[in-house]
């Protein structure tokens, strides 16, 4: 299965961004970034090498709940996952990358043997979200 989503990019109601609905990477060159170490760390890292943009990473923190409470409070922006953004967002704007960027994710399971009850329980959940919604390609 393979699932599509662009990277959310959050940044505080109060940032220079805060009226815009998208913006292109090369703006975000030197500003200061909040960095999940779970989520997507070399994505992120070529996305921004690829456009010839500085990241300048000002934090990297483990929890992806503890990046949006510092970027709420205007220390930095980050991208996250989309599908991990809160569906309520307080003190929090959401913008596109335009163009668009996606990042593709794809489960893999090994033919040779039959998947565990575990395994089969995830992929057809997996594929029913797909299907609820814009993920799928």
Do not use: W
Not at 5 to 20: L, Q, T, V, Y
Not at 37 to 52: N, Y
Not at 119 to 132: D, K, P
């Amino acid at each position: 299965a393979e699932f599509r989503g662009g990277p959310g990019r959050a940044k505080s109601e109060n940032h220079r961004f805060a009226d815009r609905t998208d913006l292109q990477i090369s703006e975000l060159d030197n500003e200061p970034f909040i960095q999940s170490k779970t989520d997507c760390v070399s994505f992120v890292q070529k996305l921004f090498q690829e456009a010839g943009v500085r990241l300048n990473l000002h934090l990297e923190l483990t929890d992806s709940n503890t990046v949006l409470a510092m970027v709420k409070e205007g220390l930095g922006i980050t991208l996250i996952p989309e599908m991990s953004l809160p569906e309520r967002q307080t003190n929090l704007r959401v913008l596109s990358f335009n163009p668009p960027v996606d990042r593709f994710l794809h489960i893999t399971l090994n033919n040779a043997k039959s998947p565990s009850p575990a395994a089969s329980a995830f992929v057809e959940m997996a594929t029913e979200f797909t299907r609820r919604t814009e993920y799928a390609s």
